[in-house]
């Protein structure tokens, strides 16, 4: 019986142990003064009301430093710089996420166009689209705004 609580309390600890290694999708919320208060003008305008930098002008447009890219707002990794590739759109562009369910893909219909949003799982921020016309493995490209990163090198 002993050996079995011992085993039990060593499964226990290792449960904990890889729990805590993954990153927590509990929401972040805020109030808008909140958000305001946290991030600049810019920022706010494109992670909380869904706004674009223009093409080119981004930080990360044609970074290639290896490292993972951090929702601006919330700091949940939601990009690897391993997925990020030249689309040639003048916005930072990935094939996939760090995990599928850090991102969630909502749809777009603003401006007379179709389109899926992407916001982050955590605080529901704007970072982005997703379009159909990446590379392999995926065959995605998610088209995510610098104002919408941060990020932290390897």
């Excluded at 142990?17 to 990153?23: F, L, M, R, Y």
């Excluded at 995990?99 to 389109?115: A, E, F, H, Q």
């Amino acid at each position: 019986m002993k050996k079995v609580l011992t085993l039990l309390g060593l499964a226990l600890a290792v449960l904990i142990a890889c729990k805590s290694q993954e990153e927590s999708l509990e929401k972040v919320v805020k109030t808008e003064a909140q958000w305001k208060e946290q991030l600049s003008a810019d920022e706010y305008a494109v992670l909380r009301q869904k706004g674009t930098e223009r093409a080119y002008t981004g930080e990360f447009h044609d970074s290639k430093k290896p490292g993972t890219y951090l929702c601006k707002a919330c700091q949940l990794p939601v990009f690897d710089a391993e997925t990020k590739f030249d689309s040639g759109t003048g916005w930072p562009s990935f094939y996939q996420p760090v995990k599928d369910k850090y991102v969630i893909s909502l749809p777009d219909t603003t401006y007379g166009m179709t389109r899926t949003e992407i916001v982050c799982a955590r605080c529901d921020s704007h970072l982005g689209h997703v379009f159909n016309d990446g590379p392999e493995p995926t065959g995605l490209r998610y088209c995510i705004n610098s104002l919408s990163l941060d990020f932290k090198a390897d």
